[in-house]
């Protein structure tokens, strides 16, 4: 028998198929049997009418309980008052395996019970949706790297020395060596794209920090490229063109999911290029224009950059931070020493940043003198400075926060939401 996927049954109609699942929701009204079916790619409505199918397999189909597993197999027919809006007319049953009493029920949950079992709450339609858009924003990005002719070239994960301070990092022992969970491949980044040109690396990074919001995660996943020969002009051009090719892929290819999560796309639609941009300084001047007591020289919290993109009600890049608080190899900018030539795009509707990159330190004896500035070791650097050493040129990137780019797109309030199974502050299991 032919097997099929619940998203395609369009394309078997008036056909008899096999759907192979497990039990949503079941209801009888004694002679009818309406068993709704997931399968991970969406939900279907089988009907099994006890004339029709029989006595024995009538009562078979009477002993599933939610979440039970079941090969269902029928003849596929449109049925616009149906869930997905096909239906199938049972002709067979075959029950895989019986459910417990399963934990989570149609009914309101807490978060902290959800939490406790998020192995299971993944099933649920809402966070189905959430994953396949977040699976979907993935190929987008991979997508529009390949069409450019990027090159994906991994970095490590297990790292000897900091990239952006030693704060907030999870050390490990290596061999009897201090070795760190990876904050960023961008410095590997720049090694490669000094060997391939223009390189793009996507994988887990980690951070330590004790901070419990709902924007943080301690492990998230970053798309980071990194591109010879790009000022900070062209890493914004090349950012924009990015979230506005992951933006349609989304609103071409989710549709049914932006739906279960009522997501309002009408705001979708309006992203459109350019972006807005402003200096720090700018943005500065506007926080206090909102009445915000802001101090020239202090990074943004999430409430200042919530403003700032109101403002604009657009993704907005704000660029030309201070020195002193952007990490160390961040170029200056040549017209005043005081900012960096870096820049981070902040979601609208307070998402906050997604994005941070901006131009590289491509001087050897500033490189130097930032590095001991910051305090850190020479030595675990000396790979580094060999990018500088030999054929060194001006070069930028960037890093787009996974999570929080599911976050805006799909319209969370959390970013625990947008990950499998989030690790966050006290939180690891499962």
């Known amino acids: 028998m032919k097997t099929?996927?619940?998203?395609?049954?369009?394309?078997?109609?008036?056909?008899?198929?096999?759907?192979?699942?497990?039990?949503?929701?079941?209801?009888?009204?004694?002679?009818?049997?309406?068993?709704?079916?997931?399968?991970?790619?969406?939900?279907?409505?089988?009907?099994?009418v006890k004339q029709e199918v029989g006595e024995m397999l009538f009562g078979e189909a009477k002993k599933l309980t939610q979440e039970s597993a079941v090969k269902l197999t029928?003849?596929?027919?449109?049925?616009?008052?149906?869930?997905?809006?096909?239906?199938?007319?049972?002709?067979?049953?075959?029950?895989?395996?019986?459910?417990?009493?399963?934990?989570?029920?149609?009914?309101?949950?807490?978060?902290?019970?959800?939490?406790?079992?998020?192995?299971?709450?993944?099933?649920?339609?809402?966070?189905?949706?959430?994953?396949?858009?977040?699976?979907?924003?993935?190929?987008?990005?991979?997508?529009?790297?390949?069409?450019?002719?990027?090159?994906?070239?991994?970095?490590?994960?297990?790292?000897?020395?900091?990239?952006?301070?030693?704060?907030?990092?999870?050390?490990i022992d290596y061999h009897g060596e201090k070795g760190y969970l990876s904050q960023s491949g961008q410095l590997y980044n720049e090694a490669n794209a000094m060997a391939l040109g223009r390189i793009y690396c996507f994988g887990p990074t980690f951070r330590a920090e004790k901070s419990k919001t709902r924007r943080h995660l301690l492990e998230f996943w970053m798309i980071e490229a990194e591109m010879a020969y790009f000022d900070l002009d062209a890493n914004i051009e090349l950012q924009e063109e990015m979230i506005c090719y992951v933006v349609q892929r989304v609103l071409d290819k989710c549709q049914h999911e932006l739906k279960t999560l009522e997501r309002d796309i009408e705001k979708l639609k309006a992203i459109k290029l350019p972006f807005p941009r402003i200096s720090y300084t700018e943005a500065v001047e506007l926080l206090r224009q909102a009445g915000e007591e802001f101090t020239w020289g202090d990074d943004f919290g999430a409430p200042h950059e919530t403003i700032i993109s109101n403002h604009f009600n657009a993704p907005v890049f704000v660029h030309r931070y201070p020195s002193a608080i952007k990490a160390f190899y961040m170029k200056p900018d040549p017209d005043n020493h005081q900012v960096v030539l870096g820049a981070d795009l902040l979601a609208p509707e307070g998402y906050g940043e997604i994005i941070g990159g901006g131009q590289r330190i491509d001087d050897l004896a500033l490189l130097e003198q930032?590095?001991?500035?910051?305090?850190?070791?020479?030595?675990?650097?000396?790979?580094?400075?060999?990018?500088?050493?030999?054929?060194?040129?001006?070069?930028?990137?960037?890093?787009?926060?996974?999570?929080?780019?599911?976050?805006?797109?799909?319209?969370?309030?959390?970013?625990?939401?947008?990950?499998?199974?989030?690790?966050?502050?006290?939180?690891m299991y499962p």
């Open 370 to 427: 930032r590095i001991a500035e910051h305090k850190l070791p020479q030595a675990a650097f000396e790979w580094y400075l060999d990018l500088r050493r030999f054929g060194t040129v001006p070069h930028s990137g960037f890093g787009l926060g996974l999570e929080r780019t599911v976050a805006w797109l799909c319209g969370l309030e959390h970013i625990r939401e947008t990950i499998p199974f989030p690790r966050m502050l006290h939180k």
């Open 74 to 171: 029928g003849i596929i027919r449109e049925e616009p008052r149906s869930v997905g809006g096909y239906e199938m007319q049972v002709t067979g049953l075959e029950i895989v395996s019986i459910a417990e009493d399963y934990p989570i029920t149609h009914k309101e949950h807490g978060v902290d019970f959800l939490a406790e079992h998020r192995h299971l709450w993944i099933r649920t339609p809402r966070q189905a949706a959430v994953l396949r858009i977040r699976s979907e924003i993935e190929h987008a990005l991979r997508n529009f790297f390949y069409e450019r002719d990027f090159v994906l070239a991994d970095a490590p994960i297990i790292t000897p020395a900091a990239c952006e301070g030693t704060t907030n990092l999870f050390e």
């Open 4 to 48: 099929a996927l619940i998203k395609n049954l369009s394309l078997h109609v008036g056909e008899q198929v096999t759907v192979q699942g497990w039990v949503y929701n079941q209801r009888s009204s004694g002679k009818i049997t309406f068993i709704i079916l997931r399968d991970g790619s969406g939900l279907m409505q089988g009907v099994a």
